[in-house]
């Protein structure tokens, strides 16, 4: 890990999350009583940004929010954290993102998300976290940010180890592959990355060993119950645990977390991968993406 500054510059989304957890969904003209409600820092790179500090690195967050009320509690909250944000970009006149969670008794999900333009960043945004992509050792992008914003953050961070969240479209693909350490992908990404769904484990080892081909050193990618891994002379397939599930929001964020600090640790790819798998699980098991997460607590839950 790196002296005194960041060890990983996280690029992606900022919001405010509400989760409302009801025992069913309302139709239309019907109501329902909400049985929990929680309201916490989110989106996806805030979530990962707080599983690596937790996991024990010193995580920069590169992102927007509006320069409103929500927008200031929200880096509040990232800075007790312990996350650095001094490249957070507060946008003037926007109002920060809004993602509401709404889980049902059964664990299902439906999210209602206000996340306006203005929020999403810009290549000038990228550019003022320049210093920290350039001298963190490690970055996890998100894909799902527009593509001249993921282009710079890839182009400022080169030679370091770049971990990127998504799918890359098929106009970047090549590049943001070739300069890619690690690639993570959901079983959504994970089709569009193979242009049909992968829908077996074997599937998902084939797709995993044609990416590493390209460039990354490890690839993740979910199936329906397990997460496979997959580098050069070696894959793990790894079951998802048995935790009852409360919603899955978030467990994408902890295992992406968990992967880059268990590598930027020195783990093994295998060790790696069962440790992010672990620390997904330890995610469900409650309502809202936020994890609560602790290196030796994921360790003990992974059996390492």
């Not at 707080?50 to 509690?73: E, F, I, K, N, S």
């Not at 180890?161 to 590049?175: C, K, W, Y």
């Not at 992908?185 to 193979?194: G, N, P, Q, V």
């Amino acid at each position: 890990m790196s002296g005194g500054g960041p060890d990983v510059c996280v690029v992606g989304q900022i919001a405010r999350d509400l989760v409302l957890v009801v025992g069913e969904v309302p139709g239309p003209g019907g109501s329902a009583r909400v049985r929990r409600r929680r309201e916490m820092l989110g989106g996806k790179g805030a979530n990962q940004a707080v599983g690596l500090a937790q996991l024990g690195m010193r995580p920069a967050l590169a992102g927007v929010v509006g320069d409103d009320d929500a927008g200031r509690d929200a880096l509040g909250q990232a800075v007790r954290d312990g996350i650095d944000v001094s490249a957070v970009v507060r946008r003037e006149g926007a109002r920060t993102g809004l993602i509401v969670d709404v889980v049902d008794g059964d664990g299902r999900w439906r999210y209602l998300e206000d996340l306006p333009p203005p929020v999403l960043l810009t290549e000038a945004d990228v550019t003022v976290a320049g210093p920290l992509l350039r001298d963190a050792p490690w970055t996890a992008v998100q894909l799902q940010q527009p593509p001249e914003a993921v282009r710079a953050a890839v182009g400022l961070a080169r030679g370091n180890r770049i971990v990127l969240d998504g799918a890359p479209s098929e106009d970047d693909r090549d590049e943001l592959l070739a300069a890619a350490f690690a690639v993570r992908a959901d079983a959504r990404e994970a089709a569009m990355l193979a242009g049909a769904p992968v829908g077996s484990a074997d599937e998902a080892v084939r797709l995993g060993a044609d990416l590493v081909r390209r460039g990354p050193a490890l690839v993740a990618l979910a199936v329906e119950d397990a997460n496979v891994f997959v580098w050069e002379g070696g894959r793990a397939v790894v079951p998802l645990d048995e935790t009852r599930v409360s919603d899955t929001t978030g467990a994408g964020d902890a295992l992406t977390a968990a992967l880059i600090a268990a590598l930027a640790r020195g783990e093994p790819p295998e060790r790696a991968a069962r440790f992010s798998v672990a620390a997904a699980g330890a995610t469900v098991g409650h309502p809202g993406g936020r994890p609560a997460l602790s290196f030796e607590g994921v360790g003990a839950r992974a059996g390492l």
